[in-house]
């Protein structure tokens, strides 16, 4: 069994730089990708960032291109999300998910840490 705990959120001013934790546990981990999904209030979940766990390959959603950056630490099996320029409208609960196959989705989520951006 596979488990996610993120950390890291909190309440910042718009502007601000966040740098959210992902830690992995399980007895054998080793996904396909990893990723990102912030969720606000009343709206979907949606993708903000990805990486492939081995290569390292990284993938964006454009609203956070240049301001956003996804990294892995294989070793002690955790994911950073480094968010810079935050602007309010990226106020959310901030999951993040682990894929064991490319031809599946997402198949573990975290309880999702809250960031609030004020104006």
């Known amino acids: 069994q596979v488990q996610l705990v993120e950390s890291g959120g909190g309440l910042v001013q718009a502007g601000d730089s966040l740098r959210l934790s992902c830690a992995a546990s399980g007895r054998t981990f080793s996904p396909y990708r990893m990723g990102w999904f912030p969720q606000a209030p009343g709206k979907e979940r949606e993708f903000v960032a990805a990486?492939?766990?081995?290569?390292?390959?990284?993938y964006y959603a454009d609203s956070v291109k240049g301001r956003f950056t996804i990294s892995r630490d294989n070793a002690k099996n955790m994911m950073y999300l480094q968010m810079t320029s935050l602007k309010p409208e990226k106020t959310a609960v901030y999951y993040c998910?682990?894929?064991?196959?490319?031809?599946?989705?997402?198949?573990?989520w975290g309880q999702g840490t809250q960031v609030t951006v004020s104006s």
């Open positions: 990486i492939n766990w081995r290569g390292g390959s990284t």
């Open positions: 998910g682990a894929l064991v196959s490319p031809t599946t989705g997402y198949d573990y």
